[in-house]
């Protein structure tokens, strides 16, 4: 089964009222802070403009050092998003006739390899907060 | 109908429905929550039971004073809040709520691909919002905003490919279209890893750990006032109402009910998402906050393996009926 060509132009027309209904969310953004600009009162004083921490004055400064814990998630996160973006266009087709049994046995496949990866960062001890 | 007066009406009403339907169920957690803790909630503004009092909210937000402070990254600082709230304006397009081509807000061919990839961007707010505020609590929710989207994109992203492969497509309309009742069963589990996924992006209670109030202010969001502080409200019930409408489209069936789908569809998509936002105000109620390594736990060993399952499960029975 062959699709039509479809003309790329076409294609994105789809698109224009997404395109539009952004340029509608720019500008109720827009006109919203506009209008709180014009309604709001602006009387700064240097308390006020001086970082919260729960009341008392702010100790060091704003940007502190801090342990990011989870990064080897980030990298997990990074491998498993790029594999599994693979999943939407195979899904597509993969019970189209003609595949059937093959793709079944890829997809477990790919399936397996996810698995193993989990099952590796598991026992690496990487899931668990450290 | 005219093509431009055509696309104006569909703008307007997905335009309508972005403000209106957040603020209904902004209400409605006011009275919910209230009544399941013995007390009577909102009663004044307005009158009647106190419908008004988001209206009143409002009013009051606009005419606060808006605080920048002085080391924060001015411009990144006041741009967060849009860039929270308008990727949920864009989903809501994209979302079919009846059937046929009318009744959706842009027929978006890779929908499901749209969706999740826009929703994804809502986070970036969040992220902005923490850094550029200079407020250590607004860093430490700004980290913690990130690695839980890291930990809930996944089995978000795995249990929407579950449905995609379920219907063939990744059209919302054609999974509509390719709906029988028994997916519902067939696709439970990516259905629940797929809502829990979405509440936890959206960091609503049991999932707020980015925002834990009594242990670091309120997260990236500290710093706000006003407008701004509003916009951020505004996008966490958006986002509400976008996760459940997406839930219901992709896994209960969208218009698809035992009686009338073809007139009252879209009612149907409405109530089904009515009961989801009544879960989600629900689970805020009855469950206290996770801890941040039970938060990381529950998403890698739970519900990334569940997802996987599903996907097992649906190839299986996907390749066995056709």
Known sequence: MREPTVIAADYFDTYSVVGLLAVVGVLFVAVAFGAGRLLRPVVPTPEKLLTYECGVDPVGEGWAHTQVRYYVYAFLYVIFAVDSIFLFPWATVFAAPGYGATTLVEMFVFLGFLAVGLLYAYKKGVLAWT | ?322
Request: proline share 5%; charged share 10%.
């Open chain 2, 1 to 322: 109908m005219n093509d431009a007066l055509d696309v104006a009406v569909r703008l307007l009403l997905v335009f309508a429905a972005f403000l209106v339907l957040p603020l209904v169920v902004g209400q409605t957690e006011h009275k919910v929550m209230a009544h399941m803790q013995g007390r009577l909630g909102p009663m004044y503004a307005g009158g009647f039971h106190g419908w008004a009092q988001l209206v009143a909210d409002g009013v009051k937000f606009a005419q606060k004073e808006d605080v920048v402070p002085k080391d924060a990254d001015r411009r990144v600082f006041q741009l967060a809040p849009a860039v929270a709230l308008l990727p949920y304006l864009l989903v809501l397009v994209a979302i079919p709520v009846g059937p046929g081509d009318g009744a959706v807000g842009a027929l978006v061919d890779a929908g499901i691909f749209f969706v999740l990839a826009v929703m994804g961007v809502g986070v970036l707010g969040s992220l902005m919002a923490g850094w550029a505020s200079a407020n250590k609590f607004s860093l430490l929710g700004g980290l913690r905003t990130a690695a839980q989207l890291l930990a809930y994109e996944l089995p978000m992203l795995l249990a929407a490919a579950s449905v995609a492969m379920a219907a063939g497509t990744v059209s919302l309309t054609g999974v509509l279209d390719a709906f029988a009742w028994w997916w519902v069963p067939w696709q439970i589990v990516g259905a629940l890893v797929f809502f829990v996924a979405g509440l936890a992006e959206l960091q609503r209670p049991p999932f707020d750990m980015p925002v834990a109030d009594s242990e670091i202010i309120f997260g990236a969001y500290t710093e706000y006032t006003g407008l701004r502080f509003a916009l951020f409200l505004l996008a966490e019930y958006a986002g509400i109402v976008v996760l459940c409408g997406l839930t219901t489209v992709l896994f209960l069936g969208g218009w698809h009910g035992p009686w009338g789908a073809d007139g009252l569809g879209w009612l149907w998509t409405l109530l089904k998402t009515a009961v989801l936002a009544f879960v989600v105000i629900w689970l805020r109620v009855s469950y206290p906050r996770l801890r941040e390594d039970q938060l990381q736990k529950l998403a890698w060993t739970t519900l990334v393996p569940l997802a996987l399952a599903q996907i097992a499960l649906t190839g299986i029975v996907k390749v066995a009926i056709s």
